[in-house]
């Protein structure tokens, strides 16, 4: 199985601030890399596939990067409601895995 | 738009069989585009892929689960369904069905997810 690691596991910002998140694939996954944002006692939501494609109706301050093993994700100025957890998922091969998780907390 | 919804017992003893049906409304779940995938999420804890159907029938499931899960399609419901078996506490969990679209792009839509509880 492909395993994703994300760093940081949590994140403390405050209002206005870029934030980066990165994903790690433990071999290459080309750019079958999709980001979601989930919100507590909500389903997780599709932010950005294809590693850089962003979802329709996802705000521009979203955005992805990366290709082969390293994948970042990227919020250019932090709104009170992106304070969520966000996972990273691979789609090259099945069993489809996520990274553990990022939770962006509020400073 | 595609909407999923998820039905299902809320609690289940352990030994026995989990079993939840996902509804597709707004769509056709015989769409040649779609994968129809079951994922989990422990509370507390991270999203786990359980496999896919495809509206033939066809399967893929996660290896840490193939001896004890069974995906299955209702065309004519539009709905498809999970079983798995043999359930322990470690089961307990949100489970969500989602739109597979494959492999480049994510999973979109999902449903809202039901909790099932193992327990006696």
């Known amino acids: 199985d492909i395993q994703m690691t994300q760093s940081p596991s949590s994140l403390s910002a405050s209002v206005g601030d870029r934030v980066t998140i990165t994903c790690r694939a433990s071999?290459?996954?080309?750019?079958?890399l999709n980001w979601y944002q989930q919100k507590p006692g909500k389903a997780p939501k599709l932010l950005i596939y294809?590693?850089?494609s962003s979802q329709s109706g996802v705000p521009s301050r979203f955005s992805g990067s990366g290709s082969g093993t390293d994948f970042t994700l990227a919020i250019s100025s932090l709104q009170p409601e992106d304070f969520a957890t966000y996972y990273c998922q691979q789609n090259y091969n099945t069993p489809r895995t996520f990274g553990q998780g990022t939770t962006l907390e509020i400073k | 738009q595609v909407q999923l919804q998820e039905s299902g017992p809320g609690l289940v003893k352990p030994s026995e069989t989990l079993s939840l049906t996902c509804t597709v409304s707004g769509g056709s779940i015989s769409s040649g585009s779609s994968y129809w995938s079951w994922i989990r999420q422990p509370p507390g804890k991270g999203l786990e892929w359980i496999g896919y159907?495809?509206?033939?029938?066809?399967?893929n499931y996660n290896a840490s689960l193939k001896s004890r899960v069974t995906l299955s399609v209702d065309t004519s419901k539009n709905q498809f369904s999970l079983k798995l078996r043999s359930v322990t506490a470690a089961d307990t969990a949100v489970y969500y069905c989602?739109?597979?679209?494959?492999?480049?792009?994510?999973?979109?839509?999902w449903g809202q997810g039901a909790l099932v509880t193992v327990s006696s």
């Open positions: 071999q290459s996954i080309s750019s079958y």
């Open positions: 159907i495809y509206y033939s029938g066809s399967t």
């Open positions: 294809a590693a850089s």
């Open positions: 989602a739109r597979d679209l494959g492999v480049t792009a994510g999973f979109d839509p």
